[in-house]
T-cell receptor, first 113, second 116 residues
Framework: AQTVTQSQPEMSVQEAETVTLSCTYDTSENNYYLFWYKQPPSRQMILVIRQEAYKQQNATENRFSVNFQKAAKSFSLKISDSQLGDTAMYFCAFMGQGGKLIFGQGTELSVKP | DTEVTQTPKHLVMGMTNKKSLKCEQHMGHRAMYWYKQKAKKPPELMFVYSYEKLSINESVPSRFSPECPNSSLLNLHLHALQPEDSALYLC???????????????FGPGTRLTVL
């Protein structure tokens, strides 16, 4: 069975600084997808970034980028130039061939002015 | 456009009431999902519909009854709920189920349910 682990329940960062959220996963599948979702206090779950396991290049979306290490089964999210609006719960998620999303427990990020 | 809408935003109901949650998407997606989420926890999958047919039921109690009237609509009928069913109910959709790159799920804003 696949599992997703986020080892940092809470993190904080100063505005304009860079922060990295960790995620590791376990799977025996070779083709899969990894996601970071953001859930602000408004509770809307928003897709931040997606990574296909067959792609070696790390995904990037504006200030958000990932460090995907397939052999190590690691998928960290880097947020550059943090903004107050980045304050949210961040969930790492795995999707294998069955199409079901497996979520980590989440990291609550606070961006401080 | 990656919009999934859900109504109502908030719902308060007694344990003997019958109510329904509604989810709608107009992205042409053929897979739709219901999740239950408790505060500060990840979403838990409840049901998945693929091409209007129930594909996955995660052993959800029968007091929750899903329905997919057409490819754009997903309902969740509620009856005789318990206080522990109070949670945020999220709907999501994706182009397909289990088809690789088309699986990305897009979530609605959720319905916050309180059972008294």
């Amino acid at each position: 069975a696949q599992t997703v682990t986020q080892s940092q329940p809470e993190m904080s960062v100063q505005e304009a600084e860079t922060v990295t959220l960790s995620c590791t996963y376990d799977t025996s599948e070779n083709n899969y997808y990894l996601f970071w979702y953001k859930q602000p206090p408004s509770r809307q779950m928003i897709l931040v970034i997606r990574q296909e396991a067959y792609k070696q290049q790390n995904a990037t979306e504006n200030r958000f980028s990932v460090n995907f290490q397939k052999a190590a089964k690691s998928f960290s999210l880097k947020i550059s130039d943090s903004q107050l609006g980045d304050t949210a719960m961040y969930f790492c998620a795995f999707m294998g061939q069955g199409g079901k999303l497996i979520f980590g427990q989440g990291t609550e990020l606070s961006v401080k002015p | 456009d990656t919009e999934v809408t859900q109504t109502p935003k908030h719902l308060v109901m007694g344990m003997t009431n019958k109510k329904s949650l509604k989810c709608e998407q107009h992205m042409g997606h053929r897979a739709m999902y219901w999740y239950k989420q408790k505060a500060k926890k990840p979403p838990e999958l409840m049901f998945v519909y693929s091409y209007e047919k129930l594909s996955i039921n995660e052993s959800v109690p029968s007091r929750f009854s899903p329905e997919c009237p057409n490819s754009s609509l997903l309902n969740l009928h509620l009856h005789a709920l318990q206080p522990e069913d109070s949670a945020l109910y999220l709907c999501a959709s994706s182009q397909r189920l289990g088809q690789g790159s088309t699986d990305t799920q897009y979530f609605g804003p959720g319905t916050r349910l309180t059972v008294l």
